[in-house]
Every structure is written in C-alpha cells, then in structure tokens.
C-alpha cells in the first residue's frame, strides 16, 4: 500500500514563507492524485490543493487560492506546498493525501493519508 511521509513544517512568523514536501513510497496506477489538507485545533480537516501527474489539477480551495501553491516535485512521487504570506489562523497539522484524481482528492473521496506535519504561525 502506498505510504505518505510528510515533512518541511515548523514555527514560522506572520508574513514568512514555508514549502512543505510528500514524497509517496510508490506511484500507483489508483493513486495519481496527490494534495494537501489542514486541520486545525477543535476545526475540521480542511482541503488545501490537489494535482494529478497525468491528469486534472491544480485544485485549490478559495481560502487559500493566490497565497498557496502545489507544485509538482522532480518525480511522480513527490508534490510540495508552497505557503506564502502566512498568518497566524494558517497554523495547523498539515496532511498529504493520495487519491484517484485532483478532483477526488478535493472531494475527500477515498484517500490514503500521511501522518501529518505541524507548522505553527507565530510571532
């Protein structure tokens, strides 16, 4: 089974930048699609972005369209997260997830999970 490993968070200050890394164990003919969710404290897990290798992407939720971008890393396995301008209300655990599609991804449908990386805005 496919296997997500976070990493790139951390404490960071209003108006600083961050780029958040997956890399997947493999690349699997169900799972093209790759993104990113939040889940703040007490919150619910929120959609970040998509992208598919191949296939439809980029999806951003309108929260965070213009200040975060997904970005295809140098192989199909790896897709980052580069946050812009961040704010305190950004801080959470970030998670990756891999699914069908951008679109599924997006949806929440049927997804495997990272563990999750925290970043915490602060100053």
């Known amino acids: 089974q496919i296997q997500l490993v976070e990493s790139g968070g951390g404490l960071v200050q209003p108006g600083d930048s961050l780029r958040l890394s997956c890399t997947a164990s493999?690349?699997?003919?169900?799972?093209?699609?790759l993104g990113w969710f939040r889940q703040a404290t007490g919150k619910a897990r929120e959609f970040l972005a998509a992208?598919?290798?191949?296939?439809?992407?980029?999806e951003y939720a309108g929260s965070v369209k213009g200040r975060f971008t997904i970005l295809r890393g140098y192989d199909e396995n790896t897709v980052f997260l580069q946050m812009d301008n961040l704010r305190p209300d950004d801080t959470a655990v970030y998670y990756c997830?891999?699914?069908?599609?951008?679109?599924?991804?997006?949806?929440?449908?049927?997804?495997?999970w990272g563990r999750g990386t925290q970043v915490t805005v602060s100053s």
């Open positions: 997830a891999a699914g069908a599609t951008a679109g599924a991804v997006k949806q929440n449908r049927n997804l495997t």
């Open positions: 992208i598919a290798w191949h296939g439809d992407g980029p």
């Open positions: 493999e690349v699997t003919r169900s799972r093209p699609g």
